[in-house]
Structures are given as C-alpha cells and as structure tokens.
C-alpha cells in the first residue's frame, strides 16, 4: 500500500478537473488530501468540489502562482497528494480566522485545540517526532508575526508557505474542508509515521557588498535608509548600476541576514517608491545585510537534497521569485525532475516559512 499518491489536472472545468484527481488518487485509504490550485478555478467552487469527491479525508489547499508535481511545473492546473492513513500517526488541522487582527489569539485558539487532541502541552512536544504545516495568506503581511507566534509557543518546526494568486497581490486564498478563506492561515499539526526532515535551500553566493538598513518603516515593509544613504541610491552605489536601473538587478541580488555561508534568510525588494525600496518581508533596522549574487537554482537545490537520502514523499513551499526565475531561463521541467524518485508536490509561494519568513527560497517537508 502506498503512503503518498500524487495527481494533477489541468482541465479547465473545474468539476471535470476535481473528478481527474479523483481517479488519480483511486486506490489510497486517504486520510488528508493536500492540494495547490491556480485563481482560475473559482475558489469557493473547488475547495467544495474538493470536499465532497474525497469525503472521507481532511482537504486543505490555497492557491499558488505555480503548480509543481514530480517530473512537472506550471501554472493553470490543480495538483493533489493524498496522505495514506498509515503514513500519520497523528494528524489534526486548524484554521487561523482574522489572523491580520488577531494573530496572537487565533494562534492560541488554535494550540489549544491540538493540546486537547493529544493530551499534552505544544511546548513539550518533541521536534524529533512531531510537525507541523503552515500556510499563511500571502496578502496578510502577517507572516511574521505568525512565524514569531509558533515559534515563541512550541519547540515543533512548522514549514510552509505564503498563497499567491499569480502575482496579482490582490486576493489569495486559503482552504480546509470545503471552506474558503482570506485573512486566514492552515496549521496541520502531525506526527509522520516513518520520520520527517526539513530542508530550507536558496541559490545565492554571498557576496561582500554590505547594506545596514538606517531607517525602516516596518509596517510597510520598506528600507528608507542604507547605510545612512537614500535606500535607492545605496542599493545601486553597492551594485554598480544606475538608480533607474537598479530594479532590474533585484531578483538576481537580494540581500541576506547572514549567520553563516550555508544559513541566511533572504529579504527580496519588490518595488520602489521614491527613493525607498519595498521589501517582500520586513527588514530590521541596524542588522547588517548582506547583498547576495543568483547561482544555479537546480543544481543548488539537488545537491542539497540529496544530502538527506531516501524519502518517500516531499512538500515543496517554492518562492515565485525562483519559478519566476526558473521559467526565464526555460528550466521549469528540469527543476521538477529534482522530484522524480519520490511522491512530490508543491508551489510558487509568497514567501516561504520556517524559523521565520523569507524570500526567494524553497522551505520543504521530507516525509521518510
């Protein structure tokens, strides 16, 4: 019996698509339906969809900026893994109303729930057995304070991602049961039968051009300062480049709080508004930044995963920046071959989430 099963479907009638991944996934006592679908399916019709053709499982989704599943990526298309009965131990999902309002509370709520279930406190938990799955509305910018929330909470790591909704940044969506939501985030807490790791990959060299952001506005996520300087200003002196073109060198070089040369968290701009950059997450004031240079996303995010040996299935939280990337250099194919061996699904995030939130990474639960 198999413990993960993996389908996609790119018919556009959304019944006749949800029917697809039905036949798909035919043979497998299900017991959680994980899925990743694009805005052009209307929201409220396939999380019910959904719903009613896997009624005897849990289905939790959101919507994507991409699609992947082994050995494929894009964008247009529903992909699903059903989770075997056998394959969790343990298993227990939340939803997290009004998290942009009530972060704190709604994380509380729904801890509490997750103790009742297992009859222990979420701080004595232990991180070798148990994790847990975060997906986060990708336009809260609330994830954060979320992350900070989990983490101040519980020793357990969860792992996920922002929903998108094709770079719009209009509306993201979030599902559970038939239900949609917005201002919302899914926690699935579980205990994987046979183990789990996690892997946080980004394909950067660190360079050694430095930018100390000197005057921020958090709440918007913008650099007004570096370095004492006009953020735009600065930003092109450390590049070379002119201020009117410095955008165009953004998703190439972001930069990174660094602890060391194999762990940093990248902080991606996404726009200027006048001498100011704006960032895809908040940058602190007075922590020095690093300015990172763009390395092979597919030979950098193999290596690395091959660096944990035989897994069954894999979970992939992936920044839209790197699809965005990847589908640039015509290499969207060859980044979803990574997957071949194993039972994968994933996609284009937001940003990503693990110890934090970041960009222009790929954070992934290792199921073994």
């Given at each position: 019996?198999?413990?993960?099963?993996?389908?996609?479907?790119?018919?556009?009638?959304?019944?006749?698509?949800?029917?697809?991944?039905?036949?798909?996934?035919?043979?497998?006592?299900?017991?959680?339906?994980?899925?990743?679908?694009?805005?052009?399916?209307?929201p409220e019709t396939i999380c019910k969809e959904m719903a009613d053709a896997f009624a005897g499982a849990?289905?939790?989704?959101?919507?994507?900026?991409?699609?992947?599943?082994?050995?494929?990526?894009?964008?247009?298309?529903?992909?699903?893994?059903?989770?075997?009965?056998?394959?969790?131990?343990?298993?227990?999902?939340?939803?997290?109303?009004?998290?942009?309002?009530?972060?704190?509370?709604?994380?509380?709520?729904?801890?509490?729930?997750?103790?009742?279930?297992?009859?222990?406190?979420?701080?004595?938990?232990?991180?070798?057995?148990?994790?847990?799955?975060?997906?986060?509305?990708?336009?809260?910018?609330?994830?954060?304070?979320?992350?900070?929330?989990?983490?101040?909470?519980?020793?357990?790591?969860?792992?996920?991602?922002?929903?998108?909704?094709?770079?719009?940044?209009?509306?993201?969506?979030?599902?559970?049961?038939?239900?949609?939501?917005?201002?919302a985030a899914i926690l699935i807490l579980m205990e994987p039968a046979n183990g789990y790791s996690i892997?946080?990959?980004?394909?950067?060299?660190?360079?050694?051009?430095?930018?100390?952001?000197?005057?921020?506005?958090?709440?918007?996520?913008?650099?007004?300062?570096?370095?004492?300087?006009?953020?735009?200003?600065?930003?092109?002196?450390?590049?070379?480049?002119?201020?009117?073109?410095?955008?165009?060198?953004?998703?190439?070089?972001?930069?990174?709080?660094?602890?060391?040369?194999?762990?940093?968290?990248?902080?991606s701009p996404i726009s200027i508004e006048g001498t100011s950059v704006i960032f895809h997450c908040i940058?602190?004031?007075?922590?020095?930044?690093?300015?990172?240079?763009?390395?092979?996303?597919?030979?950098?995010?193999?290596?690395?995963?091959?660096?944990?040996?035989?897994?069954?299935?894999?979970?992939?939280?992936?920044?839209?920046?790197?699809?965005?990337?990847?589908?640039?250099?015509?290499?969207?194919?060859?980044?979803?071959?990574?997957?071949?061996?194993?039972?994968?699904?994933?996609?284009?995030?937001?940003?990503?989430?693990?110890?934090?939130?970041?960009?222009?990474?790929?954070?992934?639960?290792?199921?073994?």
């Amino acid at each position: 019996m198999e413990n993960f099963k993996i389908a996609q479907s790119e018919i556009k009638d959304t019944a006749e698509a949800v029917k697809s991944l039905k036949e798909q996934l035919s043979g497998i006592d299900a017991c959680l339906v994980l899925y990743f679908v694009s805005t052009s399916y209307p929201p409220e019709t396939i999380c019910k969809e959904m719903a009613d053709a896997f009624a005897g499982a849990h289905t939790v989704g959101c919507t994507t900026y991409g699609e992947m599943i082994s050995r494929k990526m894009g964008q247009n298309s529903i992909v699903a893994m059903a989770w075997s009965k056998d394959s969790l131990k343990f298993f227990k999902v939340e939803v997290l109303e009004k998290v942009k309002e009530n972060n704190s509370v709604a994380v509380a709520k729904a801890f509490k729930s997750f103790e009742e279930s297992l009859g222990k406190q979420m701080k004595d938990l232990d991180p070798e057995r148990y994790a847990g799955i975060v997906i986060i509305d990708g336009v809260s910018e609330c994830e954060e304070e979320l992350n900070d929330n989990l983490g101040n909470r519980t020793n357990v790591p969860f792992v996920g991602g922002s929903a998108s909704d094709d770079f719009k940044f209009e509306c993201t969506w979030l599902f559970a049961d038939g239900k949609a939501y917005t201002n919302a985030a899914i926690l699935i807490l579980m205990e994987p039968a046979n183990g789990y790791s996690i892997l946080k990959t980004q394909s950067f060299k660190l360079t050694d051009k430095k930018l100390t952001p000197t005057k921020v506005d958090e709440r918007r996520r913008m650099v007004l300062e570096f370095n004492g300087k006009p953020a735009l200003l600065a930003y092109a002196e450390a590049l070379g480049v002119s201020a009117e073109d410095v955008a165009k060198h953004f998703i190439k070089h972001p930069v990174g709080l660094v602890l060391d040369e194999q762990n940093y968290f990248v902080r991606s701009p996404i726009s200027i508004e006048g001498t100011s950059v704006i960032f895809h997450c908040i940058v602190k004031e007075g922590l020095e930044l690093t300015i990172l240079e763009s390395a092979d996303i597919v030979s950098s995010t193999r290596s690395d995963l091959q660096k944990f040996g035989k897994i069954q299935a894999v979970v992939d939280f992936n920044c839209s920046l790197r699809f965005i990337e990847l589908n640039n250099e015509n290499r969207l194919k060859e980044y979803s071959e990574i997957f071949k061996d194993v039972s994968a699904v994933g996609f284009s995030t937001y940003g990503e989430s693990y110890i934090g939130h970041m960009n222009q990474t790929s954070t992934m639960l290792l199921l073994k």
